[in-house]
């Protein structure tokens, strides 16, 4: 039987139809107009997986209120490095975004973006003594001014009724608030993206097509074979640059490639679920992010939080996110998916973070086993009032935290962003979760910086980037004139006043 195999050529592949993808493809071409882009994604939407609203906490996450990004040292003090950076990396977003709003390349900002405080909420004197600590720590710093500290009740009333309802007043409680803070609707910014990139020329976008093998010839280039689900039809692709923005499919990609800096990685998954608010009054009574202190072992991802969201022009109310144990890398992935990743190069690295982690395993074995009981008593630790028969469960998203090698350790897990890129440059996979989506642009800027340094120093990259993030090359922290610049010209476009 003659090849049918239809064969083309481009300049960047892009894996997966989610934020991190629109961010780099919409960047490169920004950088570089005649560039030619194909993009593919296995399902029949983009970012259906954990780009969407429903699968993300969409805390447009700026470390105002997580407090898992502000650790206790042993010596009592709270570290901010990782608050500091995650801020910071949260504002390169927010003038990405209003770059794209002011060159009207994404609709109206109301469509994806809202303004929403942000809150820290603790209780008992041990809690309420580090959140004081913390505000102190954070208020040194300019990305955190704004951020108040109260133990007073009324206070506390006036800016969460919901979760002060029926409490003592006699009892510990402190909280912090940012004003400033967002919710963001990642699944409508990513497609609203990919809407605009589609009208570009040299720019193809192509759902229901799965990549099944990728390998990298003598000449540096890659040659990816795809299959058209829908068609059934198979494809080859010759490219320059390669980029794996698949979620949880990513670590199999990675695996596939079979290049060097991918030895040794291997992935832990970790589902979750949501309470969903169905009565009106009640969703209505809420207007804030308010997050608490995660459970001992708990992953990032399940930092307890009482959320005001829109989604889809709708006011929604979750709590959770609850966590669970599937051996599924996606959503829409397969339960053999954890068993075909363990290779002979990440099996010690796995067994030996397994073994550091038995607090997680644990923990992940008292959440599968939770019963609608025990998920109401949880939410009434954040909620005193609420009823059983004004919520339901949702399913939320699929994560796969990052496994890797070390020397010491043996392998160690990882609960954030990591990208892998080869020396060549050739090649680059997003592996991880927290805090993912609202750093997407650092991410993927980096990434352009890695992968295609020389354009990036070229006097018509550097001039344009710094158009499209104003503060490129500069720390905000650093310089609170700039900084409160740049968050008035942001708040102004993205309608945040």
């Known amino acids: 039987m003659p090849d049918t195999t239809t064969q083309t050529n481009t300049d960047v592949v892009l894996i997966g139809a989610g934020i991190m993808s629109a961010t780099l493809g919409l960047i490169l071409k920004e950088l570089q107009p005649d560039i030619k882009i194909q993009i593919f994604e296995r399902l029949d939407i983009a970012a259906a997986e954990s780009s969407d609203a429903w699968n993300n906490a969409g805390t447009g996450h700026s470390a105002f209120c997580e407090l898992n990004y502000t650790p206790e040292k042993e010596d009592g003090s709270i570290d901010p490095k990782k608050a500091i950076s995650i801020a910071e990396s949260f504002e390169v977003s927010r003038q990405f975004w209003a770059y794209l709003v002011e060159q009207k390349k994404v609709p109206s900002p109301e469509n994806f973006i809202k303004r929403v405080p942000h809150l820290s909420f603790v209780w008992g004197d041990k809690n309420v003594a580090y959140l004081k600590k913390r505000f102190e720590t954070l208020q040194q710093n300019n990305l955190f001014k704004e951020m108040v500290f109260t133990t007073d009740y009324s206070q506390m009333e006036e800016w969460m009724p919901l979760v002060m309802e029926g409490r003592k007043e006699s009892d510990s409680f402190a909280a912090t608030t940012m004003p400033i803070g967002t919710d963001v609707n990642f699944g ?14 040299g720019v193809s976008l192509h759902f229901n097509h799965e990549v099944k093998k990728l390998k990298q010839q003598d000449d540096k280039s890659w040659r990816i074979k795809i299959t058209d689900l829908a068609r059934g039809e198979k494809k080859k692709i010759n490219t320059k640059f390669v980029f794996i923005g698949a979620g949880g499919g990513s670590l199999p990609l990675l695996e596939k490639a079979d290049v060097p800096e991918g030895k040794g990685y291997g992935g832990f998954p970790v589902s979750g679920q949501w309470l969903k608010c169905i009565n009106p009054e009640v969703i209505a009574k809420h207007k804030a992010k308010v997050y608490g ?51 002979t190069d990440n099996i010690i690295p796995m067994i030996a973070a397994g073994i550091k982690n038995i607090p997680l395993t644990k ?25 059983s028969k004004d919520w ?27 990208v892998i890129t080869t020396a060549d440059g050739s090649l680059a996979v997003l592996l991880g979760a927290s805090p993912g989506a609202s750093t997407a642009v650092s991410i993927m800027v980096d990434l352009v910086g890695r992968c295609f340094k020389e354009k990036l120093n070229t006097p018509e990259w550097q001039e344009k980037i710094k158009e499209m993030i104003p503060s490129y090359g500069q720390t905000l922290n650093d310089k609170p004139e700039l900084l409160n610049e740049i968050r008035e010209k942001t708040a102004s476009v993205l309608k945040l006043k």
Do not use: C, W
Not at 190 to 201: A, E, V
Not at 309 to 316: L, V
Not at 363 to 387: C, F, G, H, M, T
Not at 404 to 410: A, I, S, T, V
């Open 188 to 201: 409508e910014l990513t497609r609203s993206i990919f809407n605009y990139l589609g009208t570009l020329d």
């Open 293 to 343: 202190k995660a459970s001992v072992g708990a992953p990032p991802m399940s930092v307890p939080h009482i959320d005001s969201r829109m989604i889809n022009g709708e006011k929604q109310l979750l709590f959770g996110p609850f966590a669970g144990f599937s051996t599924r890398f996606l959503k829409n992935g397969s339960y053999s998916d954890l068993p075909l990743s363990i290779k």
């Open 363 to 387: 923990y992940l074995i008292e959440q599968v086993r939770q019963s609608p009981k025990d998920r109401i008593n949880a939410l009434r630790e954040y909620v005193p009032s609420a009823r």
């Open 392 to 418: 339901v469960l949702e399913r939320a998203g699929q994560r796969v935290q990052v496994i890797k090698k070390d020397e010491k350790e043996g392998g160690v897990l990882e609960f954030g962003t990591e």
